[in-house]
């Protein structure tokens, strides 16, 4: 999944919340996150679960500064076994020239 997550003028951290949550709670997010503008320092991403994360900032934000993110989710192997519909291989179809 990806999204646009939103940090302050002034702010040190925004929390960012998936438009749709992972459904195994278990899942373990990967986000990759890149400004869209100068956020004015270093950057990390902390406290990823299966609903969010939080974006933070080693100073201040000079503007309010859009990071676009996007997001990979490990399963542990029972939700991979149990075939949770977020841990399943997705359907391909081909088509016949």
């Known amino acids: 999944m990806s999204g ?3 940090v302050a003028a002034g702010a040190t951290s925004a929390p960012c919340s998936f438009r749709v949550g992972f459904i ?3 899942a373990r997010p990967i986000v990759v996150a890149t400004p869209q503008g100068d ?5 990390w991403v902390s406290d990823t679960s299966a ?3 939080t974006l933070n900032l080693s100073s201040a934000a000079p503007d309010s500064v859009d990071f676009g ?3 990979v989710a ?3 192997p029972a939700a991979a ?3 949770l ?4 291989r997705p359907e391909v179809r081909r088509t016949r020239r």
């Open 74 to 76: 490990l399963y542990p």
């Open 51 to 53: 609903t969010g994360f």
């Open 4 to 6: 646009v997550c939103d």
């Open 69 to 71: 993110y996007h997001v």
């Open 81 to 83: 076994r149990a075939k």
């Open 85 to 88: 519909p977020s841990a399943a």
């Open 39 to 43: 956020p004015g320092g270093a950057y």
């Open 24 to 26: 195994d709670p278990q």
